[in-house]
C-alpha cells in the first residue's frame, strides 16, 4: 500500500470533519458521556482493526479517545488509513 500524497489527504479528510491532518497521520478526538462509553466504543473499535488488520496508535483519559491513525509500513498515511476512520465514525457518537 502506498503513501497518499498530503493534496489527496487533505481531500479524503473533507468527508471527516472530526479528523486532522499533522506529523504524518490523521488524528481525531472523541468525547463521550462516561468512561464505560468511551472504553465500549474502544471495544467495538478494536474488533473493526482486527478485521482490517490495522491497529491505531490510540489514548484513552476518562471520558475522551485521542487516536492517530497511519500506516507504518508505508510510512505515512494509506487508504487503509481511511477505511478505518470511517469504521470509527461508524461507531464513534461524540457528545454533540
Known amino acids: ?10 481531500k ?11 506529523d504524518n497521520a490523521i488524528h481525531a478526538e472523541f468525547e463521550f458521556e462516561s ?27 476518562y471520558n475522551v479517545l485521542t487516536i492517530s491513525l497511519s500506516t507504518h509500513d508505508a510510512d505515512g498515511v494509506t487508504h487503509k488509513d481511511f477505511r478505518l476512520a470511517e469504521a470509527i465514525e461508524s461507531i464513534v457518537e461524540p457528545i454533540e
Open 35 to 61: 468512561f464505560k462509553d468511551c472504553f465500549s466504543a474502544m471495544s467495538r473499535i478494536a474488533f473493526e482493526c482486527e478485521a482490517l488488520n490495522h491497529h491505531p496508535n490510540w489514548t484513552n483519559i
Open 12 to 22: 479524503k479528510l473533507l468527508r471527516f470533519p472530526e479528523w486532522d491532518y499533522f
Open 1 to 10: 500500500m502506498s503513501k497518499l500524497s498530503d493534496d489527496l489527504i487533505e
